[in-house]
């Protein structure tokens, strides 16, 4: 098993342009979830899903966009990006309390 | 804002002897307490979670503690390594809507 995969690793973007970072797991599990995490600080929830087609909000939602066609696939969107987004990404899924990362992507708007 | 918080940014402990790391939550409907490791460039790492009716759960070196009346949470790392050198995160979690995590405890390692 590769658990939770994400690409890309870093990526530069300029204030306007989009993107989708992606991930993926092949462990079957249902919740999987964004997070960013900011310099010095705990992470954050962007978005989860329960389940293939469900999608909910997490605490900051805002300038994101998510779908979950698969169980394997969850890919984070977004639209206009702005600087304030520069962070670092992390993607989990778990099925109990133990939740499995992926390594991050490291993104910087500029 | 936050839920759970951490007491302290940076711990400094000699190699061999104990570290002990604290946290403190607001949301007493959380299911499951959780801490996390985190090395440098690197993803979150489960480390070992309490059930919110239990008061202590041990793993292979780490101890959790449960203070349900004072809504206090700690992480116990026996004989510390220079590998236990990360940032511990604890979390919290009540259902399906993920993790609350808190800021982190820097933990370094003196020879």
Not at chain 2, 30 to 47: A, L, T, V
Request: aromatic share 10%; with cysteine; charged share 15%.
């Amino acid at each position: 098993n590769a658990g939770v995969t994400q690409t890309p690793k870093f990526r530069i973007l300029k204030i306007g342009q989009s993107m989708t970072l992606q991930c993926t797991q092949d462990m079957n599990h249902n919740y999987m979830y964004w997070y960013r995490q900011d310099p010095g600080m705990g992470l954050k929830l962007i978005y989860y899903s329960v389940g293939a087609g469900i999608t909910d909000k997490g605490e900051v939602p805002n300038g994101y966009n998510v779908s979950r066609s698969t169980t394997e696939d969850f890919p984070l969107r977004l639209e206009l990006a702005a600087p304030s987004q520069t962070s670092v990404y992390f993607c989990a899924s778990h099925q109990g309390p133990e939740a499995f990362f992926g390594q991050g992507t490291r993104l910087t708007v500029v | 804002g936050e839920s759970v918080g951490l007491h302290l940014p940076t711990l400094s402990v000699q190699e061999g002897d104990n570290s002990i790391i604290n946290c403190a939550y607001s949301n007493s409907a959380s299911d499951y307490f959780i801490w996390y490791k985190q090395e440098s460039g690197k993803g979150p790492q489960f480390i070992i979670d309490i059930r919110s009716n239990m008061d202590k759960r041990q793993g292979q070196r780490v101890t959790v503690l449960l203070n349900k009346t004072v809504k206090h949470l700690s992480l116990q790392i026996a004989a510390t390594q220079p590998g236990d050198s990360a940032v511990y995160f604890c979390a919290e979690r009540g259902g399906a809507d993920g993790l609350t995590f808190g800021k982190g405890t820097h933990l370094i390692i003196q020879p």
